[in-house]
């Protein structure tokens, strides 16, 4: 996956890179992408946290930057779980907003419909913008 297209290189800074998250600067921007473990990962709260531990680190060290994180975070953040309560907790501590929330269109937004399983992701492509 390209994160930053080619034309932008000049003014990119690769800030860090991890086995489930990557962040860059264009410009002002600080742009994160994320991939969080799926259930039944070993460890998966404890991963969650860490990384957020982290994202947060981040947005102290770059407070002149509009920050625009997003990725898979594999889970339905409208379901009450440990895993989706840090990630909401996350959210709300940070100061970000989830775009589900901000485009209220009355539906609830998927990704993809898994016909096998009969499963129906909620928006777990999750982009959010910091709130002024």
């Given amino acids: 996956m390209t994160l930053v297209h080619k034309k932008w290189l000049n003014c990119t800074e690769l800030v860090c890179a991890t086995d489930r998250y990557v962040v860059v600067i264009v410009g002002n921007l600080l742009i994160i992408n994320v991939y969080m473990p799926c259930v039944g990962s070993l460890n998966r709260s404890l991963i969650y946290d860490d990384i957020f531990d982290n994202l947060s680190a981040l947005f102290q ?67 959010v913008l910091v709130s002024s």
Avoid: A, Q, W
């Fill in 61 to 127: 060290d770059y407070p002149d930057h509009t920050i625009i994180p997003g990725g898979d975070i594999n889970t339905d953040l409208n379901i009450g779980n440990s895993v989706s309560d840090l990630c909401n907790r996350f959210l709300d501590e940070t100061g970000l907003y989830r775009c589900d929330k901000m485009v209220n269109t009355g539906n609830r937004l998927c990704t993809y419909f898994n016909d096998s399983l009969n499963l129906l992701p909620v928006f777990s492509n999750v982009t």
